[in-house]
């Protein structure tokens, strides 16, 4: 299941970001759902909230070495469990999404912006990112199962 998943957050997300490029002029806004987001297509070299922001190579370095780290976890060990390979495969998909865009163009394409709070702009690598996140979390806070053995 989880490669499955990080398949499809790669290809939703580099389809989304080729669309942002074609379809979005840099830093226009355009109303998407009226107070809530709006479109407008960055380019950020730097990580969340733009951090180390003009490093690419080492943020490319750091997308490689991460994504080789979830990809040999789900070769080597598999996660048990529906939240541990929902999060893997977020948790990979997005790092590989991202991780495209930095060895392909040198940043990362980021186009989806919340309108009532200040908060950067994103993409669907940086949700894909959160949701594994979130999934970690649910499986980490979960009632555990003892065997009676």
Known sequence: MAWAVAIAVVLLDQASKLWASR??????????????????RVANTGAAFSLLSGNT??????????AIGVAAWLLLRPPAGLW??????????GTLGNGLDRWRLGWV????????????????ADVAINMAVL???VDLLRPQQTSDA
């Open 23 to 40: 379809h979005l002029a840099d830093g226009v806004v355009q109303p998407f759902l009226p107070g809530l987001l709006q479109l407008r």
């Open 57 to 66: 190579a080492l943020l490319g370095l750091v997308s490689a070495l991460a």
């Open 84 to 93: 541990l390979s929902l999060g893997a495969g977020f948790l990979l998909g």
């Open 109 to 124: 394409v980021d186009f989806l912006e919340f309108v009532p709070v200040h908060f950067p702009i994103f993409n669907l």
């Open 135 to 137: 999934c970690f979390l």
